[in-house]
């Protein structure tokens, strides 16, 4: 924002690339924008950025910029480690639900036992920690 403009949805760069949200947040920044200038229209006060800044403060205080404040550290351990979780846990998972749905007479508990261990042997128990610990915290 500033002297006589606002930025809103896209062009303010306000998308959710992990849980794939743009529009959503584009039209709720488009309308925060319109109460923020109606109240200052309302008001008769001038479009200067100390007025218009109203704006942030309401879009602060919505779920638009909350949301991107929680899921901000995403993308940077996605690109780290998107070999892990992009690829190598896509696999394991892939694997562990057809070994578990497939009927072949192997107890359920040795099917999970193996799970585990092919767990362990693509990513070790360290790296399988690490990864839910990264995780855990670009997620908080």
Do not use: C
Request: no cysteine; hydrophobic share 45%; aromatic share 12%.
């Amino acid at each position: 924002y500033g002297d006589g403009w606002v930025v809103v949805g896209d062009a303010a760069q306000l998308n959710n690339a992990i849980h794939r949200e743009g529009s959503n947040l584009a039209m709720t920044s488009g309308r925060i924008a319109a109460e923020a200038i109606f109240q200052i229209k309302s008001r008769r006060d001038p479009m200067t950025a100390k007025n218009l800044a109203l704006y942030k403060t309401l879009l602060d205080d919505s779920f638009v910029i909350k949301d991107l404040k929680k899921y901000k550290d995403m993308p940077a351990l996605m690109h780290v480690q998107s070999q892990n979780f992009f690829l190598t846990y896509p696999q394991l998972v892939s694997k562990a639900m057809q070994n578990f749905v497939r009927v072949d007479g192997t107890p359920k508990i040795e099917k999970e036992k193996m799970t585990l261990r092919s767990f362990v042997a693509a990513r070790s128990w360290v790296g399988l920690f690490g990864d839910a610990f990264r995780f855990a915290r670009a997620w908080r």
